[in-house]
């Protein structure tokens, strides 16, 4: 089967994670898609593939020469941010360059103004949505990628290979997906996330992250006799939020840069809930956004009362980069592998985090590898196929490395 093809077969499965929700997988239809590809490993020679209770899918190919253990691994969940339901692909044979009408009767187009990077990819086929949904190339096209690099080696005996490891995991868009996954048992002395963006990236560096809960304690009094007795929850929140740096938010920021992110911001004159993420690579200047937060949290007290202001702030994840320098050989040999077939090296930061990160941390360093899609998320996703199959050459090369 063409990787693409496979990848058609599971954008077909509804497997949207479910923030906030307190069980893994955080929505049981995540299960189905790990039955098929169960089955689907069983059915080209990966005898000891199988789901655990929680959804996790593991299986191994066999190696051939003495080697390390490499693991590959992606997620099957979709991003909460818009629907994976009735997901309805189209593939664009021989695109024209100019822009593309995802769905005529919404007037939903993509534009090539808007997504430069389409030109880069005229004469390809690209596989699009129809406007009305993602398309799940984050994560379904790395598993399309890791099963089609499986099958190689599988029908191939005499290539040689070490043994290779391959993980399918729940919930990495709601920040669980290394939660439970069961590192002793996988097995794998290195391992890498086929989870990126377009042809070529390679990644080993990840934000530092932390969440902030900001309550605003107000006092509410009839207006008409407010005076000296009224704090409004809403005012001190807004004060909040312009005690922090204009420029530190993410439509400010790129590269390395870092922000803090109001969310999410509900309330009434009693009580406001302001809700943040905080992102930085350097883990100094990620502590001093921190204690800004404090800080601001500190002053308010002392102007309103104490009490005014609650601050609740939880670390996240942590930047992987410390735990790949004393093992920069996959790296490398993942730029070697891309150099061997024709692909120009990206080595990039993320902007965000990845499965990989946590697991590094837990003792399985893990980079990330792109899948070739963009604009993940949401109705202008896409991935053109033949990124997909040079992400397939891309794995056969790193695990004969």
Sequence with gaps: MKVHERFLNYVKIDTQSVPEAEKIPSSEKQKDLGRLLV?????????????????????TVKGNTDAPVIGFIAHMDTSPDMSGTNVKPRIIYD??????????????????TVFEHLMKYTGQDLIVTDGTTLLGADDKAGIAEIMSMAEYF????????????????????????????????????????????????LEYENFNAACAKVTINGVNIHPGTAKNKMKNSILIAMEFQKMLPVYETP???????????????????????????????????????????????????????????????????????????????????????????????????????????RLSYMGLPCPNLCTGGHNFHGKYEYIPIQSMEKVVELLIEIAKI
């Design 95 to 112: 695109y024209d360059g100019g822009d593309i009408v995802l769905n005529e009767e919404k007037h939903i187009v993509m534009e090539t």
């Design 39 to 59: 089955e689907e490993m069983i059915s080209i020679g990966i005898k000891d593939a199988y789901m655990d209770e929680n959804g996790y899918v593991y299986g």
């Design 251 to 357: 439509e400010n920021t790129e590269g390395y840069e870092g922000f803090s992110l109001l969310n999410e911001m509900s309330g009434n004159v009693e009580k406001t809930l302001l809700e943040y993420i905080i992102r930085d690579h350097n883990i100094d200047k990620f502590n001093i956004k921190k204690e800004r937060f404090k800080k601001n949290a500190d002053y308010l007290n002392e102007k309103y009362g104490q009490g005014a202001v609650e601050l609740k702030l939880e670390d996240s994840y942590f930047n992987m980069k410390e735990k790949i320098l004393p093992h920069m050989h996959i790296i490398e040999n993942a730029i070697k592998a891309m150099e061997n077939i024709g692909i120009e090296p990206k080595v990039v930061p993320i902007r965000g985090g990845t499965d990989g990160a």
């Design 154 to 201: 599988i029908n191939a005996p005499h290539i040689k290979h070490g043994t290779i490891k391959i993980g399918f995991t729940p919930d990495e868009e709601v920040g669980q997906g290394a939660e439970l996954f069961n590192i002793e048992k996988f097995g794998a002395d290195y391992a890498y996330t086929v989870d990126g963006g377009e042809i070529g990236e």
